[in-house]
C-alpha cells in the first residue's frame, strides 16, 4: 500500500491543524493506521493508531485529549486533527499501515513521505 500524507502547515500555539493520508494499491480497510512523529533530533515515536474497524484507538500520553485518529474508508483516508497544539508538538508527522494494531515502529511494513507541522509559541 502507498501512503500519502497532506496537511502541512505552520500554526500558533493553542491553535489546530488536520492532517490526512491517502492510502492507494491495496485494501485500505485491511489495514490498522498509525501516526508517529520525528522532532528534529529526537528518535520517531509513536503518536497514535486506529484499528482496522476503528473501533479501537491508542494515543502516546502526550497527545491524549488533544488529538483524534480517525478513518474514512470509503476515501482510503486516515485523520489526525490535531487541537491545542503545543510547540513541542513541532515534528515531522508521518502516517503508517501495519496488519494489527501497534504502538511500535517496527509493526508497521508502509510509511509515507512525512508532513512537516510547525507550531510558534
Known amino acids: 500500500v502507498q501512503l500519502q500524507a497532506s496537511g502541512e502547515g505552520l500554526v500558533q500555539a493553542g491553535g489546530s491543524l488536520r492532517l490526512s493520508c491517502a492510502a492507494s494499491g491495496r485494501t485500505f480497510s485491511s489495514y490498522g493506521m498509525g501516526w508517529f512523529r520525528q522532532a528534529p533530533g529526537k528518535e520517531r515515536e509513536f503518536v497514535t493508531a486506529i484499528s482496522r474497524s476503528g473501533g479501537r484507538t491508542y494515543y502516546a500520553d502526550s497527545v491524549k485529549g488533544r488529538f483524534t485518529i480517525s478513518r474514512d474508508d470509503a476515501k482510503d483516508t486516515v485523520y489526525l486533527q490535531m487541537n491545542s497544539l503545543k510547540p513541542e508538538d513541532t515534528a515531522v508527522y508521518y502516517c503508517?499501515?501495519?496488519?494489527?494494531?501497534?504502538?511500535?515502529?517496527?509493526?508497521?511494513?508502509?510509511w509515507g513521505q512525512g508532513t512537516l507541522v510547525t507550531v510558534s509559541s
Open positions: 503508517a499501515a501495519t496488519n494489527g494494531l501497534a504502538y511500535i515502529t517496527t509493526m508497521y511494513a508502509y
